[in-house]
């Protein structure tokens, strides 16, 4: 191959980034709770991408303490460090502001982000009130596959809703230990971490309007709350979440584009000097 052939094909590769082999993103999340007004809120979402290999849980199994945290309080500090542990070259976070209700997003930008190898799945997990131990996030952990927007591009994923909304089968569901009782004008409620009775049973699919089968000792539920926007088969889903991936060259991709830049300009301009 002559040298100006040669630095045209190097070029032609590298200016479509996603030929050349090492990139990085930048990955924005936006979480948006999508459920009707009056229905619930969603704890502050935790989102981890890794290679495949970080599973957070299994339908028909116990919870992990990790989940437990996550799903009975809106704690997900245990579930990011273990995270941190046992994904190699993961990259995690929590998005910000506090839980959100009906119609308010939140959003966080990861940098550095390898679509095509250590980062390539991505994980989710949130707590949804009100509830005991409601969550909402992935079984199978190679379910969301971002590989393909590794060059860039945009996806967005409906979570929650009809059958994809979990007991996590640890805390019995009790209005009188259920948080965020006083935003569903509700009495009773969760003062503290971990309360509540052990339900000593394993994550399950919560359907419905599983609020009528919860505990009502105390009488806490006045008699005109309304369910419907709390049932879950009311809703193909209870959030949204955008995810939009800018690809970021890397410094030897540009060097790589540089240098074929300057490759074609000089022999541009030797071939013109040479008269062809
Ligand atoms: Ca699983
Ligand atoms: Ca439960
Ligand atoms: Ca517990």
Same mark, same amino acid.
């Given at each position: 191959?002559?040298? $100006?052939?040669?630095?045209?094909?190097?070029?032609?590769?590298?200016?479509?980034? &996603?030929?050349?082999?090492?990139?990085?993103?930048?990955?924005?999340?936006?979480?948006?709770?999508?459920?009707?007004?009056?229905?619930?809120?969603?704890?502050?979402?935790?989102? @981890?991408?890794?290679?495949?290999?970080?599973?957070?849980?299994?339908?028909?199994? #116990?919870? &992990?303490?990790?989940?437990? !945290?996550?799903?009975?309080?809106?704690?997900?500090? /245990?579930?990011? #460090?273990?995270? #941190? &542990?046992?994904?190699?070259?993961?990259?995690?976070? %929590?998005?910000?502001?506090?839980?959100?209700?009906?119609?308010?997003?939140?959003?966080?930008?990861?940098?550095? /982000?390898?679509?095509?190898?250590?980062?390539? $799945?991505?994980?989710?997990?949130?707590?949804?009130?009100?509830?005991?131990?409601?969550?909402?996030?992935?079984?199978?952990?190679?379910?969301?596959?971002?590989?393909?927007?590794? @060059?860039?591009?945009?996806?967005?994923?409906?979570?929650?809703?009809?059958?994809?909304?979990?007991?996590?089968? %640890?805390?019995?569901?009790?209005?009188? $230990?259920?948080?965020?009782?006083?935003?569903?004008?509700?009495?009773?409620?969760?003062?503290?971490?971990?309360?509540?009775?052990?339900?000593?049973?394993?994550?399950?699919?919560?359907?419905?309007?599983? $609020?009528? &089968?919860? /505990?009502?000792? @105390?009488?806490?539920?006045?008699?005109?709350?309304?369910?419907?926007?709390?049932?879950?088969?009311?809703?193909?889903?209870?959030? !949204?979440?955008?995810?939009?991936?800018?690809?970021?060259?890397?410094?030897? %991709?540009?060097?790589?584009?540089?240098?074929?830049?300057?490759?074609? @300009?000089?022999?541009?301009?030797?071939?013109?000097?040479?008269?062809?």
């Amino acid at each position: 191959m002559k040298p $100006y052939t040669l630095a045209k094909a190097v070029l032609a590769a590298c200016v479509s980034l &996603s030929a050349c082999a090492a990139q990085a993103a930048d990955v924005t999340f936006t979480f948006t709770n999508t459920a009707p007004a009056g229905g619930v809120g969603v704890a502050p979402l935790w989102l @981890g991408l890794h290679n495949g290999s970080f599973d957070s849980f299994d339908v028909g199994s #116990a919870a &992990s303490v990790a989940v437990e !945290r996550a799903a009975e309080d809106g704690n997900a500090k /245990v579930l990011t #460090a273990n995270f #941190a &542990s046992q994904a190699a070259g993961g990259l995690q976070t %929590t998005l910000p502001n506090g839980p959100r209700f009906p119609g308010a997003s939140s959003t966080f930008t990861l940098h550095n /982000v390898d679509l095509n190898g250590a980062n390539r $799945y991505l994980s989710y997990a949130a707590m949804v009130v009100l509830s005991n131990d409601f969550f909402i996030g992935n079984d199978n952990a190679k379910a969301i596959d971002l590989a393909s927007l590794a @060059g860039g591009g945009q996806l967005s994923l409906a979570l929650g809703g009809a059958g994809h909304v979990y007991d996590a089968g %640890t805390e019995q569901n009790n209005f009188a $230990y259920s948080l965020a009782n006083g935003a569903y004008g509700i009495g009773g409620g969760q003062k503290g971490p971990n309360q509540g009775i052990d339900e000593h049973g394993v994550v399950h699919v919560a359907t419905g309007n599983p $609020y009528l &089968s919860f /505990v009502d000792d @105390g009488h806490y539920v006045p008699a005109n709350v309304d369910w419907t926007a709390l049932n879950f088969n009311t809703q193909q889903s209870i959030g !949204r979440l955008d995810i939009s991936v800018a690809a970021v060259p890397e410094p030897e %991709t540009y060097a790589m584009l540089f240098a074929g830049l300057g490759l074609l @300009g000089l022999l541009a301009r030797r071939r013109q000097g040479a008269g062809a």
